[in-house]
């Protein structure tokens, strides 16, 4: 297998993907906007994932929960899956809900044994119903989770340890967290088993207002990506042998296609970069 490059679809952008789709890899779909969708919108996601290879995302299992993930959720994930048979699927290391609420966004949990115990629960209980294990996705957080007994990176590497799943490494999310909360982003990934990256997010985001006058990275979708962020991609691809999956995020704000594309351009040049220093470290 090689590196492959590719985009998050969002109707915004689908004329536009499917035009330059001969520079593109790979499509990330939102598996949630489909998982109530009548047989016309699947089927054309179906028709979509011919044409391009596509992977699932979702976005509200609330894996990284104590509580169960919801049957009927999975269920309905199970019938996509198998209808549109995707490369892949992925979640993230999140809850979401709690005591019957949504919170409405991806919420990071305590590191401690008991949410380590409770995610491999929800894995195992997904790969039981869907038939494949998902990819999860580290994410970004504006407060250190209280109760804590772990790192973050401390919190991954046991449930990586433990679990089926590979990880979908989220580097703007790991920028985010070492700017906020003021770590070496290398050393964070030097602690994580990069052989178990499945796939790899790339993003942007913008600072923030925080409490006392400081200031927060916020992991918003809504910009380019930082150069750092390449950097980190670069660092990945010349520590691991494993063919990288690099899916760059938008969610909003649009800029022009030929902007994306120069953004995935640049991602390719960072792992062929990386790719050159592993192999020179080789010799």
């Known amino acids: 297998m090689r590196d492959r490059f590719g985009l998050s679809w969002r109707g915004e952008l689908a004329a536009a993907i499917l035009a330059h ?76 809900r709690g005591g019957g609420v949504e919170i409405g966004h991806l919420a990071a949990p305590p590191r401690n044994p008991d949410t380590v115990e409770a995610t491999l629960e929800n ?23 209280p109760a804590s007994e772990y790192t973050e990176a401390e919190w991954l590497r046991r449930i990586l340890a433990l679990g ?31 052989e178990r990256v499945g796939a790899i997010h790339l993003a942007g985001g913008r600072w923030i207002q925080g409490p006392a006058g400081s200031r927060r990275w916020l992991d918003d979708h809504l910009h380019e990506v930082p150069d750092p962020v390449f950097g980190l991609l670069e660092f990945v691809a ?19 296609m030929g902007l994306m594309l120069e953004e995935l351009d640049r991602a390719r040049g960072a792992v062929a970069a990386g790719r050159r220093t592993r192999d020179h470290a080789c010799v």
């Open 123 to 145: 894995i195992a209980r997904a790969r039981r119903v869907v038939g494949t294990a998902p990819l999860m996705e580290n994410i970004a957080t504006l407060i250190d989770p």
């Open 164 to 194: 089926e799943n590979d990880l979908l490494l989220d580097l703007h999310n790991v920028y985010a967290n070492a700017t906020n909360f003021g770590f070496d982003p290398r050393e964070f990934l030097m602690r994580l088993p990069l």
């Open 21 to 96: 789709a001969h520079r593109i890899d790979r499509l990330e779909v939102i598996a949630d906007d489909y998982l109530d969708a009548g047989d016309r919108r699947v089927r054309s996601l179906r028709t979509l994932a011919r044409h391009l290879p596509v992977s699932l995302h979702c976005i509200q299992l609330g894996m990284a929960s104590t509580v169960a993930v919801e049957a009927p959720r999975l269920e309905k994930l199970a019938r996509l899956v198998d209808s549109v048979q995707p490369e892949s699927w992925s979640e993230h290391l999140a809850f979401v």
């Open 238 to 256: 010349s520590r691991t042998d494993r063919p990288l999956t690099v899916i760059l995020e938008r969610d909003g704000h649009y800029p022009p």
